[in-house]
């Protein structure tokens, strides 16, 4: 059984820092991709960053958070995260961990993924 749980939003001022967890259960974890996508209110769910094993992690950004956020896993303990550093109003949405247990390449394609967590808000102001 594939699980996704999200934790670590919360509210935080511009500029301010947050740091999203993902524990997941179910898979072998080191062996697939997983991403970050959000969704805020009255907009489509977007890809935020993805990360695939090998090359020490290989990982995809999207342009709006290059350089401000970073995803990174910890295989032993079944775990990523996404550090989320100078924080804008507009990351301000419900964040979404996301896993793909069929192909090998770090997409921000919502449709590339096969399980999803319940979410984490994150709110900006």
């Known amino acids: 059984h594939v699980q996704l749980v999200e934790s670590g939003g919360g509210s935080v001022q511009s500029g301010g820092s947050l740091r999203l967890s993902c524990a997941a259960s179910?898979?072998?974890?080191?062996?697939?991709?997983m991403a970050w996508f959000r969704q805020a209110p009255g907009k489509e769910r977007e890809g935020v960053a993805a990360?695939?094993?090998?090359?020490?992690?290989?990982?995809n950004y999207a342009d709006s958070v290059k350089g401000r956020f970073t995803i990174s896993r910890d295989g032993a303990k079944n775990i990523i995260t996404l550090q989320m550093d100078n924080l804008k109003d507009e990351d301000t949405a419900t964040y979404y961990c996301?896993?793909?247990?069929?192909?090998?390449?770090?997409?921000?394609?919502?449709?590339?993924?096969?399980?999803w967590g319940q979410g984490t808000q994150v709110t900006v102001s």
């Open positions: 179910g898979f072998t974890y080191s062996d697939i991709c």
């Open positions: 990360i695939c094993p090998g090359g020490g992690g290989r990982t």
């Open positions: 996301a896993a793909d247990l069929v192909t090998d390449e770090p997409s921000l394609l919502e449709t590339q993924y096969n399980y």
